[in-house]
């Protein structure tokens, strides 16, 4: 508000001082414009020197002087004056706006003045005058005629209307200065909202949130605002969750490993053997938590997943060649995508045999566990699909968030996981822009397939390069 009010007063103050120089110009150029006139006028009349009225020509320059200044009528502040070779004066008709017939220092400055016009500088004030000297017949000097105009005058009139001016604008300054502190009050009143809101919102308190009101750009600003305390709220709750349940999962193998260690006997060997067996696989589920947690904290960074260009017969093939290492199940490859795809070769594979290890935990020996993999000009997919008991409907979303191993299920039941597979395996379709999608019927087996979209025309430049090579 104070730049405006600044920028307004520059502004005010240009204007009146523009406004002055241009008037006060304007009056000195009308001043010298009528004095001009004037001097012209009387030249001409001199010049004629023939009285209109009788036609006999004028005997002297005192008459020729009297007769042309008693036919003028003059302005306020003009003053016409006629001083004879005798040095008498003419005087015009009514009162001088400054004394100058009266005042014998003024007038024979004028005359004793070579020039033909001048300022006369009084305690009056400045007088402007045109000074046009009266000839005989002969070129004797035979009087003068002088017309002057009184400047200052006119100053003053433009300066008492320039502080009138300037008196309006100080007002309408003011007047601009409150109504601006009252108008920019009610603009910003919502950002203070937002300001004061963002000022009540601390760690432990993501529930305050603004009121959007109106459809203009605060409100779009309060809005995003919103969505963003909605999506810190979802974040922080994110992020309290899986600190209290990584706490949780990490506490357990440590507290099944120091009641072992409390209760070991020094002269049993086998017990100490088991005990050291147990241990050991509690140290080995610990070391996996936190490899899948450093992999997950890896998959916000921008290189987690690194594209190229893979050929998917070959990925496929590698990907169902280790399969068959993760358990003693009828491994089937139902089918297998021809040309290339855009995606990260062993990210991909990495989430496969998450999924195939998921499977894996869910069957039988004997069971059947299906792989595949199929693309088109959208995507890459790949599947695994096994024969056990499902997935329940009400577990269907919590599977795929951190640590959770749905309300039943081998993971949990023999131990085998921490929760986070499904994750890894989310993370990782996210990292190439896709989705994990769960097809599943309890007590019919699940099957679990990884959609990897492709840019437009990939597959097409694909097909094309290969044409090209044939």
């Avoid at 002969?138 to 005629?145: E, P, Q």
């Avoid at 309408?172 to 200065?177: H, R």
């Amino acid at each position: 508000m104070a730049w405006l009010v600044l920028l307004l007063l520059v502004a005010l103050v240009t204007v009146v001082v523009v406004t002055r120089n241009l008037l006060v110009a304007e009056a000195e150029s009308d001043a010298t414009d009528a004095l001009n006139q004037e001097a012209e006028e009387f030249k001409q009349f001199a010049a004629a020197g023939v009285d209109q009225e009788t036609g006999a020509r004028y005997e002297n320059g005192t008459e020729l002087l009297e007769r042309h200044i008693s036919r003028q009528f003059l302005d306020d502040d003009e003053i016409v004056l006629g001083i004879t070779a005798e040095g008498a004066i003419v005087p015009q008709r009514g009162r001088e706006a400054i004394a100058l017939a009266e005042r014998a220092s003024r007038w024979q400055q004028i005359v004793a003045n070579p020039a033909s016009t001048d300022i006369l500088p009084t305690r009056d004030g400045r007088l402007r005058w045109v000074k046009v000297p009266v000839v005989d017949d002969v070129g004797n000097a035979d009087g003068t005629f002088v017309v002057a105009y009184a400047i200052d005058r006119e100053i003053r009139e433009i300066d008492e209307t320039i502080r009138t001016l300037v008196l309006v604008s100080a007002i309408g300054l003011v007047v601009a200065a409150i109504a601006s502190w009252v108008v920019s009050g009610q603009i910003l009143e919502p950002v203070n909202l937002v300001r004061r809101a963002a000022a009540r919102i601390s760690h432990d308190d993501l529930t305050e949130r603004i009121a959007v009101e109106g459809r203009d750009d605060i409100a779009a600003l309060s809005e995003q605002f919103n969505g963003m305390l909605d999506r810190l709220e979802h974040a922080f709750g994110a992020q309290r969750q899986f600190l209290d349940d990584a706490s949780h999962e990490l506490r357990t193998p440590i507290t099944i490993i120091r009641g072992n260690l409390e209760f070991v006997g020094d002269d049993d060997p086998a017990e100490r053997a088991e005990v050291v067996r147990l241990c050991t696989d509690e140290l080995d589920r610990m070391g996996r938590i936190v490899e899948d947690l450093l992999l997950l904290a890896k998959a916000e960074r921008p290189d987690f997943v690194v594209a190229g260009e893979v050929g998917l017969v070959d990925l496929t093939s590698d990907i169902y060649a280790k399969l068959g290492a993760l358990g003693d199940r009828r491994w089937e490859l139902e089918s297998i995508a021809e040309g290339e795809g855009l995606l990260d070769g062993q990210r991909v594979t990495q989430a496969v045999i998450q999924l195939a290890h998921n499977a894996v935990g869910h069957t039988r020996a004997g069971d059947v566990i299906r792989f595949g993999s199929a693309v088109t000009a959208a995507e890459a997919s790949f599947w695994v699909a096994d024969t056990g008991d499902g997935v329940r409907p009400e577990d269907a979303e919590a599977i795929f968030q951190r640590f959770s191993r749905g309300s039943a299920g081998g993971a949990r039941a023999n131990h085998t996981g921490a929760g986070l597979g499904l994750t890894i395996v989310t993370a990782i379709a996210e990292g190439h822009g896709g989705h994990v999608e769960l097809q599943t019927t309890y007590r019919h087996g699940a099957r679990f397939s990884l959609h990897l979209p492709q840019p437009a025309g990939h597959h097409e430049r694909i097909e094309h390069r290969e044409d090209d090579t044939a």
